[in-house]
């Protein structure tokens, strides 16, 4: 098993920036891959991004491509979420995910580990 607690969120104004890491423990991180998900108030959770257990493949949700990078230190089992022209609608919790494979890592189903979320507030 692993355990993941997100950290970095905030108030921050539109066109801010602010970096979330996610911290794993348990077994190899290495041997995850990560997703970063976020949900709205009334909303559902939802893809925001997703690497490869060594950073080699990321792929993100359209809404935050260009904006949003994903990054991960295996030596520190840290994945890190950096977040840059922040929109008010990526007002949001995020999560980080964990999961060995995924056959859709758009898919929150897919992934069997999760942290417990950071807020995220983007002010206009």
């Known amino acids: 098993q692993v355990q993941l607690v997100e950290s970095g969120g905030g108030l921050v104004q539109a066109g801010g920036s602010l970096r979330l890491s996610c911290a794993a423990s348990g077994r190899t991180f290495s041997d995850y891959v990560m997703g970063w998900f976020r949900q709205a108030p009334g909303k559902e959770r939802e893809f925001v991004g997703y690497s490869s257990w060594s950073y080699s493949n990321t792929r993100y949700a359209d809404s935050v491509k260009g904006r949003f990078t994903i990054s991960r230190d295996n030596a520190k089992n840290t994945v890190y979420l950096q977040m840059n022209s922040l929109k008010p609608e990526d007002t949001a919790v995020y999560y980080c995910?964990?999961?060995?494979?995924?056959?859709?890592?758009?898919?929150?189903?897919?992934?069997?580990?999760w942290g417990r979320g950071t807020q995220v507030t983007v002010s206009s």
């Open positions: 995910a964990a999961a060995v494979r995924v056959w859709n890592y758009a898919s929150r189903n897919e992934y069997n580990y």
